[in-house]
């Protein structure tokens, strides 16, 4: 089992950034494949941004290359999305997932965090 705890969502202007963590707890994060999701209202939950436990491969979602990272730190057991210069359509719950596989950017995760808020303001 592991269970995941995101936190560093907020209230931001359009072209400003957030960092956002996910904490897990009861396994080491080196051994899975980490991902974050969002969900808008109204809309499905999609992927951002995924890095597998194999090499550090990472892959983004088409709206946020280029403005998004997704990096991990083994020693904290801690996975963080920095998010730059952001824009009002990022707004959304962002969910941290994890798995022993290698689902990239699917939604084939096993364990799920509770979310934390993201709002741009324009």
């Known amino acids: 089992q592991v269970q995941l705890v995101e936190s560093g969502g907020g209230l931001v202007q359009a072209g400003g950034s957030l960092r956002l963590s996910c904490a897990a707890s009861?396994?080491?994060?080196?051994?899975?494949?980490m991902g974050w999701f969002r969900q808008a209202p109204g809309k499905e939950r999609e992927s951002v941004a995924a890095i597998m436990w194999t090499d550090g491969t990472t892959s983004y979602a088409d709206p946020v290359k280029g403005r998004f990272t997704i990096s991990r730190d083994n020693a904290k057991n801690t996975v963080y999305l920095q998010m730059n210069s952001l824009k009002p359509e990022d707004t959304a719950v962002y969910y941290c997932?994890?798995?022993?596989?290698?689902?990239?950017?699917?939604?084939?995760?096993?364990?799920w965090g509770q979310g934390t808020q993201v709002t741009v303001s324009s």
């Open positions: 009861g396994r080491t994060v080196s051994r899975y494949s």
């Open positions: 997932a994890a798995s022993a596989r290698l689902p990239g950017l699917s939604r084939a995760y096993d364990y």
